[in-house]
């Protein structure tokens, strides 16, 4: 069955993009994006997923804030049907795990505060928990989120609380996938792509478990096209590249495969999913509710009593 969510998601306009810092190792601060060149292909992507029938809603940046338009880790939305009348949305907002990004949590929380949207968080301003949104998807009913990089354990916790759901951790060991957004992509019920190589043996294991049908990419392919960072619409995955190996098995799986080059926000350390913050996910479809929540841990690393 087709994905149900990936129809309306929220982008952050590009004005203020830069690379002034550098918090992951596809940074450099001594190469910048073309502003212009950036804008351009923003724009082609936001075209591309409202042609395919989404919906996108355009949140403004900040100056100070060069990585906000990775609207991806502005937090975790979630529509929430047994909440009855207009206030049905949700969002845990991200508590980023470096200061450099954490000015970008206001303004999102005060953007869909004004849309709608009821906001929460596991931790803020330094205090507790750090997550990261890119590192939370939902997947055979359960909540999988990425911890290590950039999301604390102690989150999952929080998340399973807050929203009712079994949230399933899994570590991430590579410094280059440092949210599981560039490790994992669900495509349908069955499927996702997957990038073991981005994550702790037991962790991927546990992952590969879960997805009765992955397509594994390698670390190569995972970090050379940031194909695993890519969003789907029904039938259509969106990508920033394809490798052959990868668009067959999609095809064949009667996936139709629509490239978008979004390079020079790979300079930044991302790309197309980074670029788009789902806003249907909802719980009782996707996510199974589980009254309270709970926690499946990362499993034990290996060599070590759990
Ligand atoms: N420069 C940003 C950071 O390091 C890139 C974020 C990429 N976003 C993503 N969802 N993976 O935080």
């Known amino acids: 069955m087709t994905l149900e969510w990936g129809r309306h998601y929220a982008m952050v306009e590009p004005s203020q993009f830069r690379v002034d810092y550098a918090i992951n190792p596809f940074m450099d601060p001594a190469v910048q994006p073309d502003p212009q060149l950036a804008t351009a292909q923003w724009q082609h992507l936001v075209e ?27 937090g975790l939305a979630i529509l929430r049907p047994e909440w009855e009348g207009a206030g ?19 303004s999102a929380q ?5 849309h709608g949207f009821a906001t929460s968080y596991v931790g803020r301003e330094g205090v507790g928990a750090h997550f990261e949104a890119g590192d939370a998807f939902p997947f055979g009913g ?12 102690l989150a999952l ?3 399973a609380a807050d929203l009712g759901v079994t949230v399933r951790g899994v570590k991430i060991t590579h410094p ?16 996702a792509i997957v990038c073991p190589d981005a ?14 049908e992955p397509l594994v990419i390698t670390e190569e392919e995972a970090i050379g096209t940031l194909c695993a960072n890519s969003v789907v619409v029904g039938r259509t995955v969106v990508m920033p590249a394809c490798p052959p190996r990868v668009r067959e098995q999609l095809e064949a799986w009667g996936f139709e495969v629509v490239l978008v080059d979004v390079s020079e926000f790979h300079l930044g350390g991302g790309s197309i999913r980074c670029l788009t913050n789902p806003l249907d996910i909802t719980l009782g ?14 499993p034990a690393e290996e060599g070590f009593a759990a």
Do not use: I
Not at 88 to 97: G, P
Not at 181 to 188: G, K, R, S, T
């Open 48 to 74: 591309t997923l409202r042609s395919l029938g989404s919906t996108v809603d355009v949140v403004p940046g900040r100056a100070d804030s060069p990585d906000m338009v990775y609207a991806m880790n502005l």
């Open 157 to 159: 916790k929080h998340l």
């Open 199 to 212: 994550l702790e043996p037991t962790s991927a294991a546990a992952l590969l478990a879960l997805v009765p």
């Open 142 to 153: 359960d909540l999988v989120v990425g911890v290590g990089p950039r999301t604390d354990e």
């Open 285 to 298: 479809r996707e996510l199974e509710a589980v009254p309270g929540g709970r926690v499946v841990a990362p």
């Open 176 to 191: 280059g996938m440092y949210h599981l957004d560039l490790a994992f992509c669900p495509l349908d019920e069955r499927r």
């Open 110 to 114: 005060r953007w869909f505060e004004t």
């Open 88 to 106: 049905r949305r949700s969002m845990v907002m991200s508590h980023m795990r470096f200061p450099q990004r954490r000015n970008e949590t206001p």
